[in-house]
């Protein structure tokens, strides 16, 4: 079958690698109808986080059971299923904590299992998924193509908007404010609105992204950045800060940016891949508390599908540009340069 | 009167200075019954915290209302009045968010409040009380030595303890460790059993701290510190750590030792003078929270008082040497040496 691999920094292609197979009982099969590319698989792209070369890609994908090992008892060849972006298996203290991003049995697409097998990348055209009772999460409804939108942003980007929302406390009448207009700060906006937030403000200076927002729940843009995006909000907001922070980009100047518009007793949630530190002093003076972390989307994953169902909330709206996974480096391109929120991939 | 002055590191003496008077409408001059040594006070004694010299010393209280301001609406002569760590007026958006250590009009005992002139030191025979209304609570209750030292407590002490708890999120079966056996790390353990915690592990090395932590509604308590401390943890929980851990001493070691105990996903409330880095990526992967600070004392009094006023807590027990005003010094050298959990002083 044909699969995404990074050889090196900027270098993606599609090639030609074996098939998967059941090769432990609690595995399964996956043909993918659907994956995408993530703002993370940038960090490997462009060079900025360390990377092992080459590197089977992708994390997020939609697809049908092809087959099943004889310890699998949930799932059935046919059956449609979404992947969250990490494997769990479902049952240990962790992943009943609802920390499934820290299951004891648990691993990352594209690397190898807790067994020392490869799970492959999902930016491909098959997938061996471990521990797939665990993992995969069960689809019983027909497929069209809006709704193959909505279920593959559970996989990552709205359950991990989610996750932001949820750790910064969240909740109805809540003021926040949303850091970061990529496909994960969009859905965090939407996450937001979900949980009944009254005041939502995106800070964002795209056009597009600024739209979605705002069609998203966003009550409020603000383009400005640093001080001056600072003090718009603070205006807007008559003087004080928001209850909550949601910072969904994860650089130092994203970073101070949400704490600089939290109010004492403020929350910040945080889920970019945090390349910042933290001003202790500045937080424990003012009482604001930090939370977040790899998002435990496979906990989230059933509640979150309920409202894809029904229609409730529309994450898919994140995907701008549709592409043939042949095309997939085409897909890395348009996300490096802003061209694209989120790609779509079809196998 | 006479009132407590430090003078140099390590200097401390009970001087003649000027007596209170009520300076603005919204004040109170309150004649003290009791106060007592904060583990706050020995950083300037010490010299481990920058320290402008002369100071005025102590920042708790109970005492008896003296005079009172023309727009003082809630008190009179002859009340009996609790005060907390903090001056704070109790109407502006950030006492009513519950965080009136953050108070736009606030100040601190022992330094100039925010029109300039000195809220005195509670060390002292009197103290005049700027914005008495919101920082004062009254007491409507006899007064007798048992109850006079768990008022004390609230002053800071307990409801210190009380903001880990809650900052941690401690709830109706929740597992947590106390890092810290000072009297705040001690009302920790009393708070975390008042919010239903049904395991608590208190770290303490100290026979007479280790018995007033049991008492204070500890399960287990650890001697071990470090490695070792963590391990001994882990294997009282059977392997996985705990859903709180409650910093009550602020150091990199204890905060380390807070972190190492926790379960992914814990929790982690913070109330020591932080002087520590957060690793950022070792929270962010395991989804470990943090919040806590300067405790907003005042906003959990009428809730503690309650408590204390049933007979339901005695935090006041962590008073293990009661002394003279006239031997604030002894006192110091007492809590310095360790020889003392936390003394009173009585005027």
């Avoid at 994390?59 to 494997?87: M, N, Q, R, W, Y």
Wanted: charged share 20%; with cysteine; hydrophobic share 45%.
């Amino acid at each position: 079958m044909r699969a995404t691999l990074l050889t090196a920094v900027g270098d993606i292609a599609l090639t030609e690698v074996a098939d998967p197979a059941v090769h432990f009982p609690t595995d399964a099969v996956v043909k993918v109808t659907a994956t995408c590319i993530c703002g993370s698989d940038l960090h490997p792209y462009r060079g900025t986080a360390p990377t092992v070369f080459p590197k089977r890609a992708g994390h997020e994908f939609v697809g049908v059971v092809t087959d099943v090992g004889s310890a699998v008892s949930t799932l059935k060849v046919g059956d449609l299923v979404v992947a969250p972006f990490a494997i769990s298996d479902g049952t240990c203290v962790r992943c009943r904590n609802g920390i499934t991003t820290s299951c004891q049995q648990g691993s990352f697409w594209g690397a190898p299992d807790r067994r020392g097998v490869l799970a492959d990348g999902a930016q491909a055209e098959r997938v061996r998924v471990p521990l797939a009772d665990g993992t995969l999460v069960r689809v019983d409804t027909p497929l069209d193509d809006a709704l193959l939108a909505d279920l593959l942003a559970l996989s990552d980007v709205m359950g991990t908007g989610h996750h932001a929302a949820v750790s910064a406390g969240v909740t109805e009448g809540s003021s926040v404010v949303v850091v970061g207009d990529g496909a994960v700060g969009l859905c965090a906006v939407l996450a937001a609105r979900r949980l009944g937030a009254s005041r939502i403000i995106a800070m964002s200076r795209h056009s597009s992204r600024q739209a979605l927002a705002r069609e998203f729940g966003a009550t409020d843009v603000v383009a400005e950045r640093g001080a001056d995006g600072a003090a718009a909000i603070l205006e807007l907001l008559g003087g004080e800060g928001v209850d909550c922070a949601l910072e969904c980009a994860g650089s130092q100047e994203s970073f101070e940016q949400a704490l600089a518009v939290l109010r004492p007793g403020g929350r910040m949630g945080c889920v970019g891949a945090p390349f910042f530190q933290v001003p202790v002093p500045k937080l424990f003076g003012a009482n604001i508390g930090f939370r977040g972390g790899v998002a435990p989307v496979r906990a989230y994953l059933p509640e979150l599908l309920q409202d894809v169902l029904t229609g409730a909330i529309h994450p898919g709206r994140v995907f701008d540009l549709t592409l043939p996974l042949a095309e997939v480096a085409e897909g890395y391109r348009a996300m490096d340069e802003r061209r694209a929120i989120k790609v779509l991939l079809r196998p």
